[in-house]
């Protein structure tokens, strides 16, 4: 099951630690959803059949035309430490964006109506959708690895 929390208002340290709130605030999907418009699949990726059903359903529905595979690795990435601070960068879009995990794990912190930190923790199998517009950024968890399809349209850039 997904993990969802809102954060600590002012989170200080590695960016790559849970930083919940004391005590702890879970979220669910649902809420995550009315909150911040992002939305949330656990895909089955093991029934290929489903899995290409609902990414093509996704693609068609969202209008993604392309996609890549984006890798953040501590053993392979150059200047890793610079990458994980650029991603944590609060930064927003003018286009939806969606991510599939399909190995390791990170987290994507989305900001909601009301000004407050939301955090997903992402894992193999997840499927998020950011809403165009929408204040986000990304780390990578303590482990310093994460695997993810990243879908496009046609005109948005890399």
């Known amino acids: 099951m997904v993990q969802i929390w809102q954060m600590e208002p002012y989170p200080c340290g590695d960016p790559r630690l849970p930083h919940h709130l004391f005590p702890p605030k879970k979220i669910t999907p649902d809420e995550l959803s009315k909150r911040t418009g992002t939305l949330y699949w656990k895909l089955d990726t093991l029934d290929q059949v489903a899995l290409a059903k609902r990414l093509t359903t996704l693609k068609l529905e969202h209008n993604f035309k392309k996609e ?19 991603l944590f960068e609060e930064s927003s879009v003018p286009f939806e964006q969606a991510r599939m995990i399909i190995e390791g794990s990170a987290y994507y912190d989305v900001e909601d109506k009301n000004g407050q930190w939301v955090r997903i923790f992402c894992e193999y199998g997840d499927l998020i959708l950011i809403p165009s517009n929408t204040c986000f950024r990304f780390t990578t968890t303590p482990k310093n690895f994460v695997k993810m399809r990243r879908f496009y349209k046609e005109e948005e850039g890399n």
């Open 68 to 86: 890549d595979i984006f890798t953040l690795d501590a053993e392979t990435t150059a200047n890793f430490d610079d990458k994980i601070e650029e």
